[in-house]
């Protein structure tokens, strides 16, 4: 491929991972390839294979929140995590981690939050909303664990401000993988950390 293509590709995912990015934080979109395809459509290039990364979008994300919406941004991101915080603090037993928007600073205020439980005990996390009396919504969720797809439990509880908590329930070896980031997994103490250090 000649440099002029591949610089107009690059110019292209660019212009749609900043385009997908507004919508995101205008229009309350939080599905990444929705909003990469609605970008696309609205750019005139539907049928385009050169579609940003998520991380793409999320770089162009965080950009124009502190362009656009720096005075209301950090109040917002600040509830969500503390909304987590409070729930994983509930959840402490099942080892919580925080991932996704809330936790990469790109939430807003339409984001969920998204957490990881562990326990080998596929009914344990049920028994235990039941016993707080807490209100969920239960499913399952298809997700690689240690290399192969597996269906596992989800719980979505919604919280009295209308935020959504996403919880999916691992089990415990896969808290011992390995595979957690802490740019993409927070644990109690990450988190509390994080919210520290934000204020400083």
Do not use: C
């Not at 719980?155 to 740019?183: C, W």
Request: hydrophobic share 40%; no cysteine.
């Amino acid at each position: 491929m000649s440099k002029d293509r591949l610089h107009r590709r690059d110019l292209m995912r660019e212009q749609l991972a900043h385009h997908a990015a507004r919508l995101m934080a205008e229009g309350g979109i939080t599905d990444y390839a929705f909003a990469k395809r609605k970008a696309a459509k609205q750019m005139g290039a539907a049928d385009t294979h050169h579609l940003p990364s998520n991380q793409q979008v999320d770089e162009a994300l965080r950009s124009f929140r502190s362009l656009y919406q720096s005075a209301s941004y950090p109040t917002i991101l600040r509830q969500l995590r503390e909304q987590a915080l409070a729930a994983m603090h509930l959840l402490a037993p099942f080892h919580p981690y925080l991932t996704g928007s809330v936790l990469s600073g790109t939430a807003g205020e339409q984001s969920d939050i998204n957490l990881v439980l562990f326990s080998d005990d596929a009914k344990a996390v049920l028994l235990f909303l039941l016993k707080h009396n807490i209100e969920f919504e239960d499913g399952e969720w298809r997700v690689l664990v240690g290399g192969h797809e597996e269906t596992v439990p989800s719980y979505t509880l919604t919280g009295k401000s209308g935020t959504q908590t996403h919880i999916i329930v691992l089990p415990e070896n896969a808290r011992h993988s390995g595979s957690r980031h802490p740019e993409t997994h927070a644990d109690i103490a990450a988190l509390e950390r994080l919210l520290i250090e934000i204020e400083e």
